[in-house]
């Protein structure tokens, strides 16, 4: 299961990570954020010890949200250094968040 994210944790856990890291910005209510759901947590099990892969509640955590604009979701972004360094908006199959992820750990 992905880590959970929130306005709380996410500087410490996203933007100080050594690690990449994905983030999935979802909401309970979204159809296709219940598709990306599993592959996340999927891709969670994948990549443990090599990436940290995390998930955003928007209706529960509206300041990460905001900070970073998401308007649409599911928004995944990818983060390096505390900085974003790919997004990917709307659902995707599994092998293009792996890509993106194996990209920044390259």
Not at 10 to 21: A, G, R, T, Y
Not at 40 to 54: M, N, P, S
Not at 68 to 84: A, D, H, M, Q, S
């Amino acid at each position: 299961m992905a880590v959970e994210l929130t306005d709380a944790n996410f500087d410490e856990l996203v933007l100080k990570s050594d690690k990449p890291v994905l983030v999935d910005f979802w909401a309970e209510w979204c159809g296709p954020c219940r598709m990306v759901g599993p592959i996340v947590d999927e891709l969670h099990t994948d990549y443990d010890g090599k990436a940290l892969i995390g998930k955003v509640n928007v209706d529960e955590n509206p300041g990460v949200s905001a900070k970073f604009g998401i308007r649409n979701i599911p928004t995944v972004l990818f983060f390096k250094g505390g900085e974003i360094v790919d997004k990917q908006v709307g659902a995707a199959p599994k092998s293009a968040y792996a890509g993106k992820l194996d990209a920044q750990i390259a």
